[in-house]
């Protein structure tokens, strides 16, 4: 009889594009959620926590390139041949809510939502097909006053998670006015306005000549390429650039220079006067341009967005893989979305949010060295006598009752000096040692690791000359005395 081949070992390797997180970077995601979640919740708005699997059918295809329910999205087939998918953003799930439960929601419905978004899309450098979002929305108010509390509370946030004023800014646009901008232009095909619209979306890497380049006939790329044009005349493409450079610092001449590049489009006007108004609203709460602008660049989700659009750019420098400064760029973005619910309703709702990439907020923090630093551990109660374990177990209780992170040693206790190499791995502050002596005595040993480990690395530490690394103290002051190494540390 043949010998039955074993089945392979599983390899131990994550997915493509996904990553595990461990301690300190799970911890930081916690308290950075937690301090926008209360910046949210102090301008009105109530939590949301909605299923992780949608219907396709309530995704929708707003995702690029969609033309099957498996592509951009992680998609399966129920058994009854209906087909589900892991949410790729927490906007599409807010629409199917509010359209389910609007009979019993207050109108505006204003809410938060946190948590994991999944997209079936190729993976690359810091970019992860399982990442983190936090939004906000206001659905059923068509004032564009929600809009301007939406970059208000923008802005907020962004001080409040470690991001001071100069280190960012919130640019601010509107769909109508780029829509009465191709009105001007004459366009009637459509894949020619798409082009346009390529275009303009490239103008941020490509610069005004860029753009005139590719609005004409072409032009060749950073790698000697050539890309072909749009090919519109001169003429044709002026109003385009007028758009596009007619920013300015203060929002009235910004204003003035997109009234002049829409003419007489009556959609142009009326996005103008929309951001008029948003600049009016947000100069009323003292949001002057070092925190907030009309920028005519900024194009986000031409396919989505109805009105106003905003995005949140980090301004200051950091080096890329190759050594050159750039700027860290875009970590929030939204806008109007007034067509979405509609979808379900048959009856258009007014609806503006904003969306926060938690996981580029939290990688700027540590490029500027606000969080990432060093984590502390527990404090290590270790064990000298296994049979005495409930003595260990009662000094953690007490630790713990004092709001302390402690715990005992529980991996084999024959080689005390393992129990202090795992201490050291988990960035343990003190050690606390009783063996049999001291438990006849009375007393307990502290050992000071963080000092233990600063004199290690260099032993002149005039600073430290008069401190020593361990303690013998009655068994209780030992809370005590481990609160007053830390409070020394701190």
């Known amino acids: 009889m043949a010998k039955q ?44 926590e909605s299923s992780g699997v ?30 589900m998918a892991l949410r790729y953003d927490l906007t599409a799930p807010l629409a199917r809510v509010y359209a389910q439960h609007r009979n019993d929601l207050p109108l505006p419905y204003r809410r938060y939502a946190m948590g994991p978004v ?19 929305d206001t659905v059923g108010a068509g004032s564009v006053a929600a809009d301007a509390e939406i970059c208000a509370m923008l802005a907020d946030t962004l001080e409040k998670v470690g991001i ?28 020619q ?26 032009r060749l790329d950073a790698s000697g390429a050539y890309i072909d044009g749009v090919g519109l005349s001169d003429e044709q493409a002026e109003p385009v650039v007028a758009f596009l ?70 301004t200051f420098e950091i080096l890329d893989e190759k050594g050159r400064k750039r700027q860290f760029g875009s970590v929030a973005g939204g806008g109007r979305y007034d067509d979405l619910v509609k979808r379900f309703t048959g009856q258009a709702v007014p609806a503006t949010g904003v969306s926060i990439g938690v996981d580029r907020l939290l990688a700027a923090l540590r490029e500027k060295g606000r969080i ?3 984590v502390e551990g527990p404090v290590v109660v270790t064990v000298m006598d296994r049979d005495r374990m409930g003595d260990y177990q009662a000094m953690v209780a007490e630790l713990r009752q ?54 290690a690395e260099d032993a002149s530490l005039e600073e430290w000359k008069d401190h020593p690394s361990q303690y013998e103290v009655p068994r209780d002051q030992l809370v005590a005395k481990v609160q007053e190494i830390l409070d020394l540390h701190k």
Request: aromatic share 8%.
């Open 54 to 83: 949608e219907t396709v059918e309530a995704l929708g295809k707003f995702l690029p390139d969609v033309d099957r329910p498996n592509e951009g999205v992680f998609a399966w087939q129920d058994e009854d041949d209906s087909w």
């Open 372 to 374: 990432g630093g060093s």
């Open 245 to 314: 450079t007619s920013g300015r610092l203060e929002a009235a001449e910004t204003l003035a220079n997109l009234r002049a590049a829409i003419g007489a489009s009556k959609v142009g006007e009326e996005g103008v006067s929309e951001l008029e108004q948003i600049a009016k609203l947000l100069a009323a709460q003292g949001y002057g341009p070092d925190r907030i602008i009309i920028d005519p660049s900024v194009v986000r989700g031409l396919g989505y967005y109805t009105g106003p659009v905003f995005e949140a750019e980090l």
């Open 118 to 136: 999944w997209r079936n899309e190729k993976p690359g450098p810091g970019r992860y097909r399982q990442f983190y979002q936090c939004d906000a």
């Open 193 to 218: 306005r798409d082009a346009v619209l390529r275009t303009i979306d490239k103008f941020d890497k490509v610069g005004e000549a860029g753009v005139r380049e590719l609005l004409g006939k072409g």
């Open 164 to 191: 001071p004023r100069g280190d960012y800014l919130i640019r601010v646009n509107n769909r109508k006015v780029l829509n009465g901008v191709l009105e001007c232009m004459g366009l009637d095909d459509d894949s």
């Open 402 to 455: 004092a709001g302390l992170r402690a715990e005992v040693y529980l991996g084999n206790p024959k080689n005390f000096g393992n129990q202090l190499k795992y201490a050291d791995k988990r960035q343990s502050p003190v050690a606390v040692i009783e063996g049999g002596d001291e438990k006849d005595r009375g007393v307990v040993q502290i050992k000071d690791l963080i000092l233990g480990a600063k004199l």
């Open 5 to 48: 081949k074993k089945a392979p070992r599983p390899k131990a390797q994550t997915p493509k594009g996904f990553r595990d997180y461990f301690g300190p970077e799970v911890t930081e995601r916690a308290e950075m959620l937690n301090t926008i979640a209360g910046v949210y919740h102090q301008y009105g708005f109530d939590a949301l």
